[in-house]
Nanobody, 121 residues
Framework: QVQVVESGGGLVQPGGSLRLSCAAS????????MNWYRQAPGEERELVAT???????DYADSVNGRFILSKDNTKNTVYLQMNSLKPEDTAVYYC???????????????WGQGTQVTVSS
């Protein structure tokens, strides 16, 4: 089994910062990518940032220059540092990974439960 757990959401004022964490655990044979999506009320889920294993992070235009994705390979954990937050960043943020478990060595997608980020004064 593979588990994905996010943490770090909350309420922040415009211009503030938050750091989200996403930890992947379980019987992971290969971890391909770790990604952050977000979904605002009434909107479709959108990709915010993606980090392929051994590659460099890529960002949505709406967050490029404000959000920074980093990874601790020893812990299979990614961090999304969100700076200069705007009210339009308010959403539920979901971590998604593509990984191959030892059970079948095939790549599957796994979602976390989501964490709420609210940017408001």
């Amino acid at each position: 089994q593979v588990q994905v757990v996010e943490s770090g959401g909350g309420l922040v004022q415009p211009g503030g910062s938050l750091r989200l964490s996403c930890a992947a655990s379980g019987m992971i044979w290969s971890l391909e990518t770790m990604n952050w999506y977000r979904q605002a009320p009434g909107e479709e889920r959108e990709l915010v940032a993606t980090l392929p294993n051994g590659g460099t992070a890529d960002y949505a235009d709406s967050v490029n220059g404000r959000f920074i994705l980093s990874k601790d390979n020893t812990k299979n954990t990614v961090y999304l540092q969100m700076n200069s937050l705007k009210p339009e960043d308010t959403a539920v943020y979901y971590c998604h990974i593509r990984a191959a478990p030892y059970s079948d060595y095939r790549v599957h997608g796994y979602w976390g439960q989501g964490t709420q980020v609210t940017v408001s004064s």
